[in-house]
């Protein structure tokens, strides 16, 4: 095929012109992406050569290359990895597939001086070569294919790219960039070591320099910048924080520190070593993609690269963690679908969930801030184990934290150790109560009785806690419960109260069910008021009303549930209502207490318009 001039997906296009105009600190972090890169490309090869060993082609010695040329004004970064296919080409440099790519943009885009620590989080790595050229050319030939089958890839970022067949001599990839006018610092070849020992030290592969002669490199000699050796499996007494930090910012593409780490070897009848991080801060489409596009173990055998793991070493919840596995006894030739299913491979799963709730346990006893830190990023995600995890449940448990009444507002937060070292006496449940925002928790008609006891309850805010909770009705022998659903406890003195309030109030309890019809299952006298006229109160397993909403919003088919109101006869409405003698206006008064009730439970009101009207007629008189 001949020569093609090609259009980047819209997306690539945005991307691309904003790295050149928006990102321009910390520059050298390009070399750092297609170091990355080369990595891989050669991971691939040494992992398909397994199966194919002619693939190596004689030239089973896995390298890169990096030289610069102070004449034409570039650097090239050159790999002998598996390369790319036409078609390859263009699905990689020409598409972001990425769920979380306009999520990225608009955090480009909102400001005016972007940090390059977001390149790398959405598969953008390779675009970062444009931050310091305005021309870049890749020359590739993919493992097992003629010489006739190389591909020229060639863009000056703008909009555009050419493609064009080409004859390449040795498999694999050479990236050249045409450096930008200003950016000469990178035709300095200790400019360039420094960035390589500062961020590729430890990739596996040596990274070869040529040496220096009359300010140009001599092809002729050869020397390896980096220390070529798998930081994971060298004793931690022997690594550094600072190379600990350096690897994970590689590894995870992130420019922040890592929040925390551990780092362990496991010896016996399986032998493994893990090194697994847990970032500071979330990448955009952690909530998005994440779920679906997981690639944050890397599994490797005898420093082999077998795949960039998913759900066989992480279950779901931890997906935000990063870090590598290198397996010394699992068979070499097994196949995606056999690692799916293997036992061993489970047990190295069971000890990856173990270390990385070790070390979150750790964080929360002895680093409390810190641990903080990574709730807010990843409390929600962390929370999707109640429901995922049966065996940790208990341990993911007393991880979680929540605002309280005993708390002093949102941020605030106590665990349910925490709630149970300050129970009363006999008291043996955990009480909490769901809504959409923590004002709303807070403000609660529902908590009125409990508060009036000195009970503590939890406010639970998040999307996620209705539906955790579903899972969670137990912890260290307490029963958690929604103090706005099933019948409120009572002893045998307030039973009797209740009995007989609930008989002096038959007349209003009966008309109002009549007046409101159908829109309740029952109207009750309530036990969980004090202050607040009227409340809803929801069968054990009914969704809360704010729940409910959401799902609604989001398409979902959500069956109606009629709920219950609860009126407090002390209350002066109340009052109001069963003293009132023209229907019209006991109707109003109704449906008011009602729809009161319905807001404070987060439900959307059926007949806003209608709610109004009611309202104004009330407050008229």
């Known amino acids: 095929m001949s020569q093609e001039t090609r259009k980047f997906e819209a997306e690539v296009a945005q991307v691309l012109h904003l790295v050149t105009h928006s990102l321009y600190s910390h520059k050298e972090i390009f070399l750092r992406e297609l170091i990355s890169n080369a990595s891989d490309a050669c991971d691939k090869l040494r992992f398909e050569a397994l199966a194919d060993p002619s693939l190596t082609d004689g030239d089973a010695d896995l390298r890169i290359q990096v030289t610069w040329d102070p004449e034409a004004r570039t650097i090239s970064v050159r790999d002998n990895g598996i390369g790319m296919s036409r078609e390859e080409v263009v699905a990689n440099i020409g598409t972001i597939a990425s ?32 931050v310091v050229a305005d021309k870049v050319t890749v020359i590739t030939r993919r493992a097992g294919q003629p010489a006739v089958a190389g591909v020229r890839w060639e863009s000056d970022g703008k909009g555009e790219y050419t493609l064009e067949d080409t004859n390449v001599s040795e498999r694999g990839t050479t990236v050249v ?3 930008k006018a200003d950016e000469d610092e990178f035709l300095k070849p200790w400019t360039l070591r420094g960035a390589i020992t500062k961020y590729s030290d430890h990739v596996a592969f040596p990274i070869r320099m040529p040496a220096e002669k009359d300010g140009k490199p001599d092809p002729t000699e050869w020397t390896t910048v980096n220390s070529a050796s798998a930081l994971w499996s060298r004793a931690k007494s022997e690594i550094t924080d600072e190379e600990y930090q350096n690897f994970y910012k590689a590894l995870g593409h992130d420019f922040n520190d890592a929040l925390a780490w551990t780092h362990n070897r496991v010896e016996g009848n399986q032998s493994f070593t893990t090194l697994l991080y847990v970032p500071e801060q979330p990448p955009f489409d952690l909530m998005m993609g994440g779920r679906d596009e997981r690639k944050g173990l890397k599994l490797y055998i005898k420093r082999v690269f077998i795949m960039d793991a998913a759900e066989e070493l992480l279950p779901n919840y931890l997906r935000f963690v990063r870090g590598v596995v290198d397996a010394d006894d699992l068979p070499l030739n097994v196949s995606r679908e056999i690692l799916q299913h293997n036992r061993q491979l489970e047990q190295i799963k069971a000890r990856c969930v173990k270390g990385v709730l070790d070390l979150l346990e750790r964080i929360a006893r002895d680093e409390p801030e810190k641990f903080a830190t990574f709730l807010t990023g990843f409390g929600n995600t962390l929370k999707e ?29 106590v665990s349910l150790d925490d709630y149970i070292g300050r129970m009363a006496v006999g008291q043996d449940t955990i009480w909490y109560v769901t809504a959409d925002s923590y004002a709303a928790a807070a403000g609660s ?21 209705e539906w955790m909770l579903g899972y969670l009705t137990e912890y260290c022998g307490k029963r958690l419960r929604n103090v706005a659903k099933g019948e409120f406890p009572l002893d045998e003195a307030d039973k009797a109260k209740q009995e007989a309030a609930a008989e002096a109030a038959k007349p209003l309890l009966e008309r109002t069910k009549a007046l409101l019809g159908d829109r309740v299952k029952e109207v009750r006298v309530s036990a969980r008021l004090t202050d607040s006229p009227s409340c809803l109160a929801l069968a054990d397993f009914d969704l809360a009303p704010h729940l409910a909403r959401l799902l609604r919003e989001a398409g979902q088919d959500v069956p109606d549930a009629k709920p219950v109101l609860e009126l407090n006869p002390d209350h002066a409405l109340v009052k109001r209502l069963a003293n009132e003698t023209d229907d019209t206006k006991a109707a109003d008064l109704a449906g008011l207490l009602f729809e009161q009730a319905e807001i404070t439970a987060g439900a959307q009101l059926a007949d ?5 009207q009611r309202m104004n007629r009330v407050l008229l008189g």
């Open 99 to 130: 769920s979380g790519t306009r999520r990225y943009l608009e955090a480009l885009s909102g400001e005016q001086k972007a940090d390059a620590r977001l390149i790398g989080q959405f598969g953008v790595g390779f675009y970062s070569a444009f």
């Open 177 to 179: 960039l045409h450096l």
């Open 445 to 465: 008609p529902q908590l009125e009785a409990l508060k009036a006891k000195d009970i503590e309850v939890l406010l639970m805010s998040d999307r996620v806690d």
């Open 385 to 413: 184990g109640i429901v995922e995890d049966t065996a940790n449940r208990e341990r993911i448990a007393k991880l979680l934290r929540f605002a309280s009444t005993k708390g002093d507002g949102p941020a605030k937060t």
């Open 608 to 612: 806003p318009a209608g709610f109004v």
